[in-house]
Structures are given as C-alpha cells and as structure tokens.
C-alpha cells in the first residue's frame, strides 16, 4: 500500500488566506487534489492543515481513505512532513507528498508514479517535465527514517540530492499537473485550461 500525506499548512501572504482555499470552478483549489487523490490506487490520504476547523468548513469530502490532522507551520515545513508521515499506517510501502497549492495533479499521474514504484527497485519517484525533476514525490518506506530527521523549513525534496541511481522518473507531458496556485493571479491565469 502507498499512502499519501497532503502538506496543506503554507500561508499565502499577499492574499491573506490559504491558496488551497481560493475558489476555482466551483470547488476550493485543494478539492480537486483531495478527489484525485481518492479516485487513485493510493491506500490512504492523509491531510495536513494549520487549521482543521476551516478546511473541513471549506472541503466537504468524506472518505474511509482520508484522515485529517492539524500541525502549526509555524515549526517549519518540515514539521508538516514529519506529522504526516506518523500517522500514515505503519506498514505502507512509501509516503507520496502532495503539496496542496498543486491542484491539478490528477488520478492518472498519481497512478503512474505508484505503478513505476512497483515495477522499479528506486527508493524515489517522481514525475520530470520540460527537463525537470516536479513533485508529488514517492519515497519509500526504506527512507522514512531520513525523511523524519528533517528540521525547520527543510523540505522532503533535499532527500533527492546524491540520490539519481536511485530515483525512478515518469516522463509527463501534461504542464497543468504542475501548476502552483499562489495568488489569484494564478487562478486567473490557468482558468484557459480548466
């Protein structure tokens, strides 16, 4: 099984409340990650919030695989990624982070990471476009004990330093998976695609 633990705990500065929030057709961005996520192989999704209060007012989504969690950003991020990666079941294979300011990614990228996952020997997987490494990253459950030394605002991307022969790739050609809302500029701007 392969969980998923969403960092939902950023703040976006310039608009004054959580970019997961911002309405975008309908639904608040995180929304549509959260229903990609769920229609997906993932075993379980854990949500990490600074305040669980009103994203559970903001996202109305009940699901046997979601579980959500309060953590304060205020430790740092790395603080989200160890919260998250505790309360995931202690026998999963590996921990896929999804930040929640990507609300494009979709079921089918999802699935193809897990599937390179199984099919590879990697201890990492992540999509690559346009030449670069993106994220949802996959680790497996081999590095969850690096992955919980992280401190401050470090995040789970440093574990990919010095570790190429042993990151797996999925080629991804659809650009939109990873889009970052920040601002309502973004939302304006990828409306054409949605």
């Known amino acids: 099984m392969i969980s998923a633990v969403v960092l939902a705990t950023r703040r976006a500065q310039r608009i004054g409340e959580p970019e997961f929030f911002l309405p975008l057709n309908g639904k608040p961005a995180l929304q549509w990650l959260l229903e990609s996520a769920l229609a997906s192989v993932l075993g379980e999704i854990v949500g990490v919030f600074d305040d669980l209060k009103f994203a559970r007012r903001q996202i109305n989504l009940v699901d046997d695989k979601l579980f959500w969690l309060v953590n304060s950003a205020e430790r740092g991020q790395s603080a989200t990624v160890i919260t998250g990666l505790w309360a995931i079941h202690p026998k999963s294979d590996g921990v896929m982070f999804l930040d929640g300011d990507q609300p494009f ?11 390179k996952f199984y099919e590879s020997s990697a201890l990492i997987v992540a999509p690559s476009f346009d030449g670069k490494t993106r994220s949802p990253i996959l680790f497996h459950r081999e590095l969850f004990p690096e992955l919980l030394k992280l401190t401050g605002d470090r995040r789970e991307r440093l574990l990919l330093r010095g570790r ?24 304006e701007r990828v409306r054409e695609w949605v």
Request: no cysteine.
């Open 105 to 115: 990614i979709r079921k089918d990228l999802i699935d193809a990471l897990i599937e």
């Open 164 to 187: 190429k022969k042993f990151t797996a790739l999925v080629q991804w050609k659809e650009e939109l998976s990873f889009v970052r809302l920040k601002d309502y500029q973004d939302r």
